[in-house]
């Protein structure tokens, strides 16, 4: 009996220390779950928020940032009255070599010029940005006598009068204001962050189809000399772009602002694949100037033609290899020829910079901080100079 109750006892005390175990990993279970979930917690809040998510194809899903920025585009329609000819040879080549652009032997009558196109709200008080040609038609001229009339259509159907806050035909860039609050808009983004193959939305309003969304890639960054503008420095996208898309959002992966959908190229007058956005650190800056001064203010050294420099024109000018970009004329008593500057020298560096063509060598000229001075290094007769140049006010 001694030998049964003594097995018993040690029967019941593993029972109880197997029971003690289980309950007690039971216990640590739930503790061990919470630290990781609040380790995991922190990581989520140390990372980004993802809004990109991966829809059942297995492609991106990108309905989250339609949905946040599509209420921030609105469209943009215009309104002016304008003088046109009456000649029936105004457009015709032969007559304007003959008689000149302004000659008009027919008289001229009053005439309504529309045009339409997309805007993006950049601030809650009522800021729009959106294209200089959106707003001035054609021409890309706005009458200071009779400003166009400017109305803006919003996402949730209000339509609104706009007022001009100022134009950068340069940059082909407007701002608007409407008289009201609390609208949605898109948070700026860094376009120089921006990197080829990046996916992008375009949002606009194309052949008046409001609110339309379309998606691709950043095919190229920093494109010049495609004969938009006087100031060139573009993202090529092919995210569809047509009529009416102008002044529209271009919009990364985390529903940000990096440009503003500007030009197409195209043989048809529609997509083919190739669209141009002004970057959003160049954006942010014209809205910068424009409200605060109404205009654009850029840095000048004075009138300056320039040339991209051969492999002829290299050897001739003792140039050790193609770069830079020759000075051709210039005029005398400007900031650039009281520093020294002189025809027929290469432009290689520009504050540090390697100039590479004009286009480049004039933004960085416009981009320079007016009453700076900047350090040209140029090529003459084989010999490396440094020039140090005033930086004044293009309106001077």
């Given at each position: ?6 097995l ?6 593993s029972?109880g ?5 289980v309950?007690?990993?039971r ?12 380790a995991?917690?922190?990581n ?6 993802p809004?990109?998510?991966l829809?059942a194809s297995?492609l991106?899903?990108?309905?989250q940032i ?14 002016q009255i ?9 457009n015709?080549?032969f007559f304007r ?14 005439g309504v010029e529309r045009?339409l ?10 800021y729009?940005?959106t294209?200089?040609?959106?707003v001035?038609?054609e021409?890309?001229?706005i009458?200071?006598?009779q400003?166009p ?5 919003l996402a949730?159907k209000r ?5 001009i806050i100022?134009v950068d035909?340069?940059?082909d860039l407007?701002?608007?204001k409407?008289?009201v609050?609390n609208?949605?808009t898109?948070?700026?983004?860094n376009s120089d962050?921006l990197?080829?193959?990046e996916?992008?939305?375009a ?15 950043v ?8 004969g ?7 993202i ?11 002044g ?5 992966a985390r529903?940000?602002l990096?440009?503003?959908?500007t ?6 007058g ?10 959003s650190t160049l954006?942010r800056r014209?809205v910068?100037?424009?409200t605060?001064?109404?205009?654009v203010r850029r840095?000048?050294?004075g009138?300056?033609?320039?040339a991209p420099?051969?492999t ?5 000018l003792g140039i050790p290899?193609v770069r830079g970009?020759?000075i051709q ?5 400007t900031?650039a020829y009281e520093?020294?500057?002189r ?9 540090g910079?390697?100039v ?5 060598l004039?933004?960085?000229?416009q981009?320079a901080q ?6 040209l ?14 930086i004044q006010s293009?309106?001077?």
């Amino acid at each position: 009996m001694t030998a049964r109750r003594l097995l018993l006892a040690v029967l019941l005390l593993s029972c109880g220390f197997a029971a003690g175990l289980v309950i007690t990993a039971r216990l640590w279970a739930p503790a061990e779950a919470d630290a990781r979930n609040q380790a995991d917690a922190r990581n989520q809040a140390d990372a980004p928020t993802p809004v990109v998510t991966l829809g059942a194809s297995g492609l991106p899903d990108f309905s989250q940032i339609a949905e946040r920025t599509v209420p921030a585009v609105a469209n943009i329609s215009s309104v002016q009255i304008v003088r046109r000819r009456n000649s029936p040879f105004s457009n015709d080549p032969f007559f304007r070599y003959f008689f000149g652009d302004s000659a008009d032997l027919f008289g001229s009558r009053r005439g309504v010029e529309r045009s339409l196109g997309s805007g993006v709200i950049v601030s809650a008080d009522g800021y729009v940005l959106t294209n200089n040609h959106v707003v001035a038609g054609e021409s890309g001229q706005i009458s200071l006598r009779q400003l166009p009339a400017i109305t803006v259509a919003l996402a949730d159907k209000r339509e609104m009068a706009a007022t001009i806050i100022g134009v950068d035909p340069a940059t082909d860039l407007a701002l608007l204001k409407l008289d009201v609050d609390n609208l949605p808009t898109i948070p700026w983004g860094n376009s120089d962050r921006l990197k080829v193959a990046e996916w992008v939305l375009a949002i606009g309003n194309p052949f008046q189809l409001n609110q339309t969304v379309t998606l691709g890639i950043v095919s190229a960054l920093g494109r010049t000399n495609v004969g938009i503008s006087a100031y060139e420095d573009f993202i090529q996208t092919d995210a569809a772009i047509n009529p009416g898309n102008s002044g529209g959002a271009l919009v990364n992966a985390r529903g940000e602002l990096v440009g503003i959908n500007t030009a197409i190229f195209s043989q048809s007058g529609g997509y083919q694949g190739i669209g141009f956005a002004v970057p959003s650190t160049l954006a942010r800056r014209i809205v910068s100037d424009l409200t605060r001064f109404g205009e654009v203010r850029r840095g000048s050294i004075g009138y300056v033609e320039i040339a991209p420099v051969t492999t002829q024109m290299a050897e001739q000018l003792g140039i050790p290899d193609v770069r830079g970009v020759l000075i051709q004329a210039m005029r005398r008593g400007t900031s650039a020829y009281e520093a020294g500057l002189r025809p027929g020298d290469v432009v290689v560096a520009f504050n540090g910079s390697q100039v590479t063509d004009g286009g480049q060598l004039s933004r960085l000229i416009q981009d320079a901080q007016i009453g700076s001075t900047a350090t040209l290094a140029v090529i003459r007769e084989g010999r490396r100079l440094e020039l140090q140049v005033p930086i004044q006010s293009s309106g001077n």
